[in-house]
Every structure is written in C-alpha cells, then in structure tokens.
C-alpha cells in the first residue's frame, strides 16, 4: 500500500472534516468534507461518520484521524468534548473494522502541530514552541528541539482566578457568554500569559478555529513570546492526522 496520500480527519466538537493529503507536500488533494459532529458524539455515530467521509472520497488507503482527547496507542482516555462512552475505547481499531483500511488516532492538537512543525509556522524551530488550538476546547501541543511531546492537555489547567483555561477562554465559551472578539481576546491572553510564564517558549502558535479570526482579537495579546497563526489555520489538524499515520506506517495493519 502506498504512503504517500492519506485521508486526513479532523473530529470536532462542531464538525468533522476529512480530506486526502499529500503527506511530502503538506496540501489536500481534495475539498475537505465536512459533517456537522452527530449529537451524541459517541463511538458508534462517529465511526459511522468517519467511515461516510472515506466512502466519499472512495478511499481505500490509509486513514489517520485527529481525536478531541488524550490518546495513548489507539485508545481514548479522556472525554472532555465528546461523549463519555469513548473512554478506554480502542479508536484505530473501530476505524479498522469498520472500514477495512488501515488507520491511526492521534491527540488534535498533537496533529496540527506536526503540520505546523513540519510545513508551518514552526518550520526549523529547535527552541520550545507551544501551538494552542483553539474550538470547542483548548489543544495544545510543545516541540522542544523539533520533537513532540504528546498529550499536553495544558488547556485544563487553572488560572489563578480559579477558573479552567478552557471553560474561560475557549471559542465555544465566546459563543455561549456572547463576549465580543476583543473581551474573549483579554481572556485568551490572560491565558497565553499563564502559559509563557510557566513555559517561556520561543514561539506560540495560534491555531484551530479562531486561527482565521485573527485580526478580531491580535490586538488584545500582549506576550513578549514571538507569536503566529498556524499557516495551514484550521486545516492542521486534517494534514497533521495524515502525517502522523504515515510516520507510523510500519506498525498500521488493515483490519
Ligand atoms: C481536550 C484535548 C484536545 C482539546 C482540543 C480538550 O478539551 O482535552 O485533548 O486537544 O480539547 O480539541
């Protein structure tokens, strides 16, 4: 089976989109196709959304899907955005059997960076970069020295207000406390200021949906770290999935 393109997923709290990759270019090959993320977000509905993506791209090579949540060899250990019932459930394998191709999950934010390392903003960086996706929740991912250190969920810690980084300031709090761009942009920074003091990165990188949002909330950062919007903006997360499957090629067996 060839490498090269695979069929990136992005699973969302709002939508799941998938398109095939170029994994030695770091573009789609295709439209991205997107369905709204069925409510419950539980395995079964999702698994059924994944396997009609590949089916309309009729895919039938490899799958690599970028997953909400802490993913340790296939399996989903943690649910803060999508159905309790995925915990401890061996993801890959689902996507295997249900549509017979090989396929790898990897953490979201884990995946966009990855894009971003290898194509993006943080091409040739070897100091510590920090790439925050921001959706419906908070993803974030650090390189130091190029290499990745999966599952940071540093988007649950507590700021010294008290209050969950993610339930403060993601997007999905912006819409739902109606805050105008420029006040979700004070909270965004109170945030990456708690992440730059514990951290001190070189570079932070902006990602995930509001990453196409910039010019509503830049001004209200006020960081001494370098900062970026991830390059490929809301697609990292399709291209990093595809990438990941294809740097784990040799361990991805079709079901
Ligand atoms: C999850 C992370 C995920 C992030 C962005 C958080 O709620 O715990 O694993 O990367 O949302 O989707």
Redesign the pocket.
């Known amino acids: 089976m060839k490498f090269r393109n695979v069929l990136g997923i992005d699973f969302g709290g709002s939508g799941i989109k998938g398109a095939p990759v170029d994994t030695k270019e770091g573009v789609l090959l295709a439209e991205r196709y997107r369905i709204p993320t069925p409510n419950p977000a539980n395995p079964e509905n999702v698994i059924q959304v994944i396997k009609k993506i590949a089916n309309s791209f009729k895919w039938d090579g490899p799958i690599g899907i970028a997953f909400?949540?802490?993913v340790q060899n296939g399996i989903v250990k943690?649910a803060?955005?999508i159905d309790q019932s995925w915990i401890g459930m061996n993801a890959a394998k689902m996507v295997r059997q249900a549509t017979g191709l090989p396929a790898l999950v990897v953490?979201?934010?884990d995946a966009a960076g990855m894009a971003e390392m290898k194509f993006g903003a943080g091409k040739g960086m070897n100091g510590l970069v920090l790439l925050v996706?921001v959706?419906?929740?908070?993803?974030t991912v650090l390189f130091s020295q190029g290499k990745l250190v999966p599952n940071s969920?540093l988007?649950?810690i507590y700021l010294p207000s008290g209050r969950e980084a993610?339930e403060f300031a993601s997007d999905a709090t912006r819409k739902k406390e109606n805050l105008e761009w420029n006040e979700w942009g004070q909270r965004f920074n109170v945030y990456l200021k708690e992440m730059e003091r514990l951290f001190w990165p070189e570079l932070i990188i902006i990602g995930g949906g509001v990453s196409k949002k910039k010019q509503l909330f830049i001004n209200e950062l006020d960081l001494h770290t370098k900062l970026t919007i991830a390059s490929a903006k809301n697609e990292a997360g399709i291209i990093g999935a595809a990438l990941a499957a294809r740097a784990n090629r040799k361990s991805l067996k079709p079901y």
């Open positions: 909400p949540a802490v943690t803060s955005n953490n979201d934010a996706t959706g419906t929740g908070i993803g969920e988007g649950h993610e």
